[in-house]
């Protein structure tokens, strides 16, 4: 239950802090964050959390994650379903604080897209399903592999959540313009139902990309670099 708990902060965490960021300070006038603004809170969330709770559950925080761990010989299938939920609960949770802070804005009149991620026309900038299918693929893939590079045990101890996080925010700036990051089902559910519309349709995408991503990289993994 502790590594539960762990994950629904965690997940918490990193929705209502990277996706707060986009919604309340990418674009403040004048003083506004941006991309890499943005990309750097992602990479913080996960970093502070890492270090918070990642000695409890191992700080996954995202289901691709726990899919990709487990390809690669180091979660066990009985935990998945678990861990997914958990995942899923503190996303939701966050997304909603999110919902209230927006709503109870003076001159608030509509969410917007409020963080959620999307292609085509819901793309930041126009790119197509095809790309978004690559980007969310690849970027997961090598998210997995620094994650199960960082924590092997032949890895210097006590900075895999630098190396993580660090990552996380590299990812972010590649991808912002392209599908506006997901490589997290549970981060791109909770904005989605949210937002509604056409970016619940486009949902799947963002659930079988990042873990068909994970996988691969767990099965890349645990074949040629886990053992020596």
Request: aromatic share 14%; net charge neutral.
């Amino acid at each position: 239950m502790k590594k539960l708990f762990a994950e629904f902060f965690g997940t918490f965490w990193l929705v209502f802090g990277g996706c707060g960021s986009a919604i309340f300070a990418a674009g403040y006038p004048d003083l506004g964050i941006g991309f890499v603004g943005v990309s750097l809170a992602f990479g913080l969330t996960v970093l502070t959390m890492a270090y918070a709770v990642g000695h409890i559950s191992g700080g996954h925080f995202n289901p691709a994650v726990s899919f990709g761990l487990w390809a690669g010989g180091k979660f066990e299938t009985k935990d998945l379903a678990g861990y997914i939920i958990a995942q899923l609960i503190g996303a939701f949770v966050a997304a909603g604080a999110l919902y209230l802070i927006v709503t109870n804005k003076t001159d608030f009149t509509s969410l917007g897209g409020f963080a959620a991620n999307g292609y085509g026309d819901l793309s930041p900038d126009g790119y197509s399903m095809t790309a978004a299918l690559i980007a969310e693929f690849l970027l997961t893939m090598f998210f997995l592999l620094i994650i199960l590079g960082s924590t092997n045990e032949r890895a210097p101890k006590g900075f895999a959540p630098i190396a993580i996080g660090l990552g996380l925010t590299l990812i972010h700036l590649i991808s912002i313009p392209i599908t506006n990051t997901s490589v997290n089902p549970a981060r791109s559910t909770s904005q989605a139902i949210f937002a509604g519309g056409e970016f619940v349709g486009q949902l799947w995408l963002f659930w079988v990309a990042p873990i068909a991503g994970a996988i691969v990289a767990g099965f890349i993994h645990k074949a040629l670099f886990d053992k020596e």
